[in-house]
Nanobody, 120 residues
Framework: QVQLVESGGGLVQAGGSLRLSCVAS????????MGWYRQAPGKQAELVAL???????NYADFALGRFTVSRDNAKNTMDLQMNGLKPEDTAVYYC??????????????WGQGTQVTVSS
């Protein structure tokens, strides 16, 4: 089992910045792609950013130019730097990771989420 724990959420004014972090722990063999997703009240969850094990990134259109995803494979961590925050960025942000076990078995894990609230 792999556990993902997010941190760094909070309340910020529009135009401000936050840095979210996700730490993976547990029986880690090989973490594959990692990503950030978010879900606003009354809306479906949506992808924010993805990062592969070799550092290739992919962003949702709304995140381009404002958000930067990074990871440290040695520490099993992933960060999301969010700049120029807007009220519409208000949501619970979730960390996601794909994991391969020693037998090649694949599992997907989610964190518990961290609330980001952007005031106007």
């Amino acid at each position: 089992q792999v556990q993902l724990v997010e941190s760094g959420g909070g309340l910020v004014q529009a135009g401000g910045s936050l840095r979210l972090s996700c730490v993976a722990s547990g029986s880690i063999f090989s973490i594959h792609d990692m990503g950030w997703y978010r879900q606003a009240p009354g809306k479906q969850a949506e992808l924010v950013a993805l990062i592969t094990s070799v550092g290739t990134t992919n962003y949702a259109d709304f995140a381009l130019g404002r958000f930067t995803v990074s990871r440290d494979n040695a520490k099993n961590t992933m960060d999301l730097q969010m700049n120029g925050l807007k009220p519409e960025d208000t949501a619970v942000y979730y960390c996601n990771a794909g994991h391969y076990g020693p037998q090649g078995d694949f599992s997907e894990y989610w964190g518990q989420g961290t609330q980001v609230t952007v005031s106007s």
